[in-house]
């Protein structure tokens, strides 16, 4: 469902299935095989040989702020191939925990309006981008890093977080409330399994939108889902949720706020 126009503003490519076909192109064009194993697209195998690092892939160019391409996420195309995706290996100018796809796009939307929106895949960037939503960036499936959290405060006031995060990723989200500093940082209620991608692609443009407006911080998040999944049947469920709860709130509110009163 993916429009070619969105394809080619992201640099959407496609990595041939040869073993050796960009490194082949790439030393026809003047680069060194030293130069194609450093910047991560080229790898030894165990007879020391050098080969393609990316075959018969769906590659995504993940760039800096002004859009300078630091490395790729590539999606395997069929079973058996390997993980279902393969980044460029870390190297000196390549760090995936300090990459937000897409960031080179929706850096000026983002400044702009205010807000910055945060999803976990490329696909869900590509979705949103296409259906108008071009203030969003992509963490790439990890849980948000420092690095990251840093980069989305200083582009935008709020950061809203449209994660379908497991309990780790949730932990990861309140530790990056810290690090934002004065950005406000609000969390998204999803639906159980569906990304943004699937909502776009369902025709529900305008319901995420709405569930963008009414974003909560992500402390109220947290208590709120804390709550929803304990074991009520029990004393001991009701107060192990209140505990937790309890833990929340002192830890990321401060005394005699608003936030902390009504919680």
């Known amino acids: 469902g993916l429009a070619e126009e969105i394809?080619?503003?992201?640099?959407?490519?496609?990595?041939?299935?040869?073993?050796?076909?960009?490194?082949?192109?790439?030393?026809?064009?003047g680069f060194r095989p030293d130069e194609l194993e450093k910047a991560g697209l080229a790898q030894r195998g165990r007879q020391g040989g050098l080969y393609d690092r990316f075959r018969g892939r769906i590659m995504f160019p993940l760039a800096d702020r002004r859009g300078q391409v630091l490395g790729f996420g590539a999606r395997a195309m069929?079973?058996?191939?390997?993980?279902?995706?393969?980044?460029?290996s870390e190297n000196d100018i390549f760090h995936k925990g300090k990459q937000l796809f897409g960031l080179h796009l929706?850096?000026?939307?983002?400044?702009?309006?205010?807000?910055?929106?945060?999803?976990?895949?490329?696909?869900d960037?590509?979705?949103l981008h296409q259906a108008g939503i071009t203030n969003s960036v992509a963490i790439m499936g990890t849980a948000l890093t420092a690095?990251?959290?840093?980069?989305?405060?200083?582009?935008?006031?709020?950061?809203?977080?449209?994660?379908?995060?497991?309990?780790?990723g949730q932990e990861a989200m309140l530790r990056a409330a810290q690090i934002v500093?004065?950005?406000e940082l609000l969390v998204v209620e999803m639906p159980p399994g569906n990304d943004p991608a699937d909502l776009i692609a369902a025709g529900e443009t305008a319901s995420f939108r709405e569930r963008l407006d009414r974003a909560v911080p992500i402390v109220?998040?947290?208590?709120?889902?804390?709550?929803?999944?304990?074991?009520?049947?029990?004393?001991?469920?009701?107060?192990?949720?209140l505990e937790e709860a309890a833990r929340l709130i002192a830890e990321h509110t401060r005394e005699n706020s608003r936030m902390r009163d009504e919680l």
Request: no cysteine; proline share 4%.
């Open 106 to 123: 929706a850096h000026g939307p983002a400044a702009k309006s205010g807000r910055i929106v945060v999803v976990e895949g490329y696909t």
């Open 147 to 168: 690095d990251q959290a840093k980069g989305l405060a200083g582009t935008a006031q709020k950061v809203v977080l449209a994660l379908d995060a497991d309990r780790s």
């Open 78 to 88: 069929r079973d058996g191939q390997g993980p279902k995706y393969l980044n460029t």
């Open 181 to 183: 500093g004065d950005a």
């Open 220 to 241: 109220q998040f947290q208590v709120g889902r804390g709550l929803a999944d304990a074991d009520r049947d029990t004393p001991a469920g009701i107060d192990r949720a």
């Open 7 to 29: 394809l080619r503003e992201f640099r959407v490519g496609y990595a041939p299935s040869a073993w050796d076909r960009m490194l082949v192109g790439a030393q026809e064009s």
């Open 125 to 127: 960037v590509l979705a």
